[in-house]
């Protein structure tokens, strides 16, 4: 039972709610429908939600920033369950960064709240003629004009305000602040103060239709196929969830990382320039040392055994940022931290803070602070361009910098607000050459915490990524990581593709289920994980047709990439891995080569069934998968404020 | 005036250092009492306080209980563990107990909107039991992650906030006395 149409569907299904909301903000109107049997069982949630209705529903070539572009809010059937880490929501639009298929996903109360109100997903289309938030309470929806009340105030504020307003402290509210409102290309997502649809400019999208944030809240009771089964399952979940398999994520968090990748000469310092750091070396800036000195909470998500948020705190005597307190994982330590070249942990904690109360995705704001540090080192920008230095190693003038590209002020704000990619072809318009070169992004998104000179796997994991560089699409690092391949080498083309494809075909039904990545090692094996989900919907997929799901969800978005003109070219890594090596550690003196890059990205492709050298799916493939309806439909869109 | 019953009665206590406000021990305690999922209807109650306090609370079973005397149907009573006994027949949704409540930990079932208070589990589905347990017991310890969860009573409360407060005067006492 491989096919998804042999899956038989069970007379009622539970955990989908299989409401669909339509929101068009050109003249107000909300609409309900039922999302059918079918949609649910092939598509799963979240990802392959997103996936299906911007393939079916959003017209090729439109720019990002218009009313044309679709916005889809989803969760899957999971959320109020306590399946550890469901409460989870994913947003998915064609991104202003990359020009492709957008999506970010975040947690906190939001699925869960949404899941009570009643909502399996909501698709929101046009632009609203002013100011407005969207309220999801049961069964009531409605929008509330906002340009004189929450319009123009950072995250935690517009929060604060709506739940003030609903006198619920408990309303779950996920807004945009002031940069997603100027449409900013990196405006993120914020929700529960430290939870962010962070990565390819959904609040952008938000800002370009004058949503300033969605708020739910509900009062239903979710029921599960085989409640007595499910309770057992998900009590044995929450425990192993608090095992070894998620020791990492609770106790130093994810920046226990920061040693071990630092030590594998992995961890990006100075721009990519080097992938160690004696910053890490000395102890200074390490997990251990976060933990000891800053981090005074754990936090979970609603319905997460794991509790991964760690909540650092400035104490109240320090000279500029008394009393601050930022939300911390490995991803800002690395992206304001060590790429940055600043190892003053208040400095990285109140860039992290504006990132996530003014709305940019702090990875991408930190990696274009980077950029900018860089630049300036090489004298492509000057003091005089900034109005103050911006070495790496900098410490208020970084919280300026940062602050300015949020809001979009200054020449920071002007030339680097929108990202790598931009700065880049603003710069070399002004004649400042070869500027692009020192902005670390894959498909215009910028690159997270890995340094791929000596990560030959990865650099082909991250580079096929559908979203643009990205650590979440698969886990191909770890292959590098663990040494299953030669890391510096090329060899194995195909069995590098197909250890690449296992991840990312179950990372496609994680994100469609929408559960943690955190809670990987928690199943036994993926037929747990199928089990799980016929548990609580009553729809029996088996592991086999679930994984195909996965692999369907994939390649749809690939499709949906390809209609909007992406060519083999755009999987590739920057250029600085090729040519620029590192002068110390584990990788010194090793670069990429092209050669070995496009062989291994070669055998990706093959095992995927697309066409060796062009990357596309083959015909075979997607009626092997059930995506018929994409034949024919392939040809690249002429494309405006996309790519290229 | 207050007379003890005849145990001392142990409560639902959790403790801020280990709670993450994470939501199951809400989700857990109406699933297992009406077999689906609605933190609404729950016995235990998250209190986040931004940016970073998390607890819960439950019923505290206070000797004089101002919820038993609210109550204008005397729906309510003690049993004599301490719990508070609901008699759904009286109780007609009035939520003065819910008013009188110090703690607000008595609230209303969101369907039968009968008054919804802490009961150890005792009306827990059987269904839901342990069967390597055999009996009922508060599920939202049972399922708690951070085991911040526990049963006490003042005695033990008392008990423990003793030692604590002997190592805190006297560092470690293993070695006492010795010469």
């Known amino acids: 039972m491989s096919k998804s149409k042999d899956i038989p569907i069970p007379d009622t299904i539970t955990g989908y709610s299989q409401v669909r909301l339509d929101v068009d903000l050109t003249n107000g109107k909300i609409d309900k429908s039922t999302l059918s049997n079918e949609f649910v069982r092939d598509w799963i949630g979240g990802y392959g939600f997103g996936a299906k209705i911007l393939w079916d529903e959003l017209k090729p070539g439109v720019d990002p920033l218009s009313p044309e572009n679709v916005f889809v809010w989803a969760i899957g059937p999971f959320p109020s369950t306590i399946l550890p880490t469901s409460s989870k929501y994913g947003v998915f639009a064609k991104s202003p960064l990359t020009g492709m298929f957008g999506m970010a996903i975040s947690s906190g109360s939001v699925g869960a709240q949404a899941r009570r109100a009643g909502i399996n997903t909501i698709v929101i289309k046009g632009k609203a003629s002013e100011p407005v938030y969207l309220v999801v309470d049961d069964g009531d929806y409605y929008l509330v004009p906002c340009e004189k009340t929450v319009w123009g105030k950072g995250n935690f504020e517009t929060e604060e305000l709506i739940r003030e307003d609903f006198q619920d402290h408990r309303l779950a509210v996920m807004s945009i602040g002031p940069s997603g409102e100027r449409m900013s290309r990196m405006g993120c997502i914020t929700n529960d103060r430290n939870r962010q649809a962070g990565r390819t400019g959904m609040g952008a999208v938000m800002g370009s239709k004058n949503l300033k944030a969605i708020c739910f809240r509900g009062t239903q009771s979710i029921k599960v196929a085989q409640p007595v089964e499910f309770y057992k399952a998900a009590k044995k979940l929450i425990k192993v969830a608090n095992g070894p398999a998620t020791a990492k994520y609770r106790d130093l968090g994810t920046p226990a990382g920061i040693t071990s990748y630092n030590k594998l000469g992995m961890f990006p310092t100075k721009n990519y320039r080097e992938g160690t750091w004696e910053e890490i070396d000395n102890g200074k800036f390490t997990g251990d040392t976060l933990n000891q000195d800053w981090i005074v909470k754990k936090v979970a998500c609603s319905q997460c055994s794991i509790a991964c948020d760690h909540i650092a705190r400035v104490s109240k005597t320090h000279p500029e940022y008394p009393n601050l307190i930022a939300s911390i994982d490995v991803e800002m330590c690395y992206s304001f931290g060590s790429n940055m070249g600043t190892s003053d942990w208040p400095t990285v904690f109140k860039c992290v803070q504006l990132c996530d109360d003014l709305g940019i995705d702090a990875i991408s704001g930190g990696v274009t602070a980077s950029m900018a540090a860089e630049l300036f080192e090489l004298g492509l920008i000057t003091k005089k361009d900034l109005g103050y230095e911006l070495p790496f190693g900098s410490t208020t003038n970084l919280v300026k910098f940062t602050e300015e590209i949020c809001m979009g002020t200054g020449f920071a704000g002007e030339i680097f607000g929108d990202g790598c990619k931009q700065a880049g072809i603003r710069l070399e318009e002004m004649g400042r050459k070869n500027a692009s070169y020192y902005g670390m992004q894959i498909k215009g998104l910028e690159m997270p915490a890995f340094d791929l000179h000596g990560m030959t796997s990865f650099a082909v994991g991250e580079s096929v990524s559908i979203r643009g560089a990205c650590h979440l699409r698969n886990g191909a690092y770890g292959l590098d990581a663990k040494g299953t391949f030669d890391r510096f080498g090329y060899e194995k083309p195909l069995e590098r593709g197909k250890k690449i494809i296992a991840t990312e075909d179950v990372y496609a039904i994680i994100d469609s289920y929408i559960i943690c990545k955190f809670t990987r090692g928690i199943y036994e094996n993926d037929a747990e994980m199928a089990k799980v989900y016929e548990l609580v919907t009553g729809i029996p997929h088996t592991e086999e047709s679930i994984l195909k799901r996965g692999e369907a969800i994939v390649n749809l978005s690939k499709c949906f990439n390809i209609r909007e003109g992406w060519t083999r070219a755009d999987d590739h890594p920057p250029e600085k891995f090729f040519k620029d090596a590192h002068t110390k550690g584990p990788a010194k003196g090793v670069t990429l080569k092209e050669d070995g890059y496009q062989t291994l990205l070669s055998g990706y492709y093959e095992a995927r069934g697309w066409d060796k050298e062009t990357g596309i799916p083959t015909d075979d493939t997607l009626k092997r998968l059930g995506l018929d309806f994409v034949i024919g439909k392939l040809k690249p869109a002429t494309t405006k404020g996309g790519k290229k | ?179």
């Open chain 2, 1 to 179: 005036m207050a007379t003890r019953k005849k145990k001392i009665h142990q409560f639902i206590i959790v403790d801020p250092d280990l709670c993450t406000g994470c939501e199951t021990c809400e989700s857990v305690c109406s699933f297992v009492h009406d077999g689906e999922f609605n933190p609404i209807n729950t016995r235990i109650h998250r209190v986040r306080i931004e940016p970073v306090f998390n607890i819960a609370l439950a019923c505290q079973k206070c000797e004089d209980a101002p919820c038993v005397e609210s109550c204008p149907e005397k729906a309510l009573d003690k049993a004599e563990d301490g719990s508070i006994i609901v008699d759904e027949d009286k109780c007609n949704g009035c939520g003065f107990c819910a008013r009188a409540c110090d703690f607000g930990v008595m609230t209303m079932h969101i369907v039968s909107q009968k008054a919804l208070v802490c009961d150890l589990c005792e009306n827990m589905k059987e269904d839901f039991i342990d069967p390597e347990i055999g009996k009922r017991e508060p599920q939202c310890i049972a399922v708690c992650p951070k085991e911040a969860i526990s049963l006490k009573n003042v005695e033990q409360i008392g008990e423990e906030k003793r030692i604590d407060s002997i190592r805190r005067l006297f560092g470690d006492v293993t070695e006492f006395g010795n010469k």
